[in-house]
């Protein structure tokens, strides 16, 4: 039995949609419930965040989560396939009708991708102040908390309704299948086949 986490939302239920077209069965979590036994596979619904954990831990041997959080987490997983669904971007954002003060000690930045935002602009030479928060990024530079944020953007909307504006893209992203190292020893026949079959999916698509 393969254990398979997922995150919770738009990519999980695309995910059970790909197990569907394969093995012509219904994929379906009973209401609140975060396991999901089916056709010889274990789904367990996280938070998108904590996919690595349950994969790196090996609770699951396999996952399916946005290149953003494997970046921002850079844990030791195997990235297996592009999966070509949950895309966005991580971006820099500022205030309509603001730019960038280079000559600020120290930009203040918020993001819940604290490792993204702090790579991205040691590159760059720039000093920052980094601010985690957990959601809700795009309120803090209207209330002064910082200066710019690092967050994710899929359509757009949050930014503009709330004043701002992207000025820089620091990664595209959409979400990979992945899998513990020694799940892929142990279990490879079956991880492969899977692999496989999704790929076919993804190609017809
Ligand atoms: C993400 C992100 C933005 C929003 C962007 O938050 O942090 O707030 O989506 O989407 P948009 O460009 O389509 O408006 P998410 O919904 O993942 O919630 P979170 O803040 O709780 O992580």
């Known amino acids: 039995m393969l254990t398979v986490a997922l995150p919770k939302g738009r990519i999980a239920d695309e995910t059970l949609a790909i197990f569907e077209k394969i093995f012509n069965r219904s994929f379906c979590f009973d209401d609140r ?10 789904f367990l619904l996280v938070r998108n965040q904590d996919v690595p954990a349950y994969v790196l831990h090996q609770s699951a041997d396999i996952g399916v989560v946005g290149l953003d959080v494997l970046e921002e987490k850079d844990e030791d997983l195997l990235r297996l396939l592009d999966l070509n669904i949950g895309k966005c971007k991580v971006c820099v954002g500022i205030q309509e009708g603001k730019e960038i003060d280079y000559t600020t000690p120290e930009l203040k930045v918020a993001t819940k991708m604290v490792n993204i935002a702090q790579k991205y602009f040691s590159k760059k030479a720039v000093a920052v102040d980094i601010i985690k928060l957990y959601g809700s990024i795009e309120l803090a530079p209207l209330v002064g908390l910082c200066d710019v944020i690092v967050d994710v953007v899929e359509t757009g909307a949050t930014m503009k309704q709330n004043g701002l504006k992207v000025i820089e893209t620091i990664m595209e992203s959409s979400a990979y299948l992945i899998a513990n190292k020694n799940s892929f ?14 790929g076919d999916v993804i190609k017809e698509k």
């Open 33 to 42: 419930k975060l396991i999901l036994e089916e056709g010889g596979f274990r």
């Open 185 to 198: 020893i142990e279990k490879k026949e079956e991880i492969t086949t899977l692999y496989y079959k999704i």
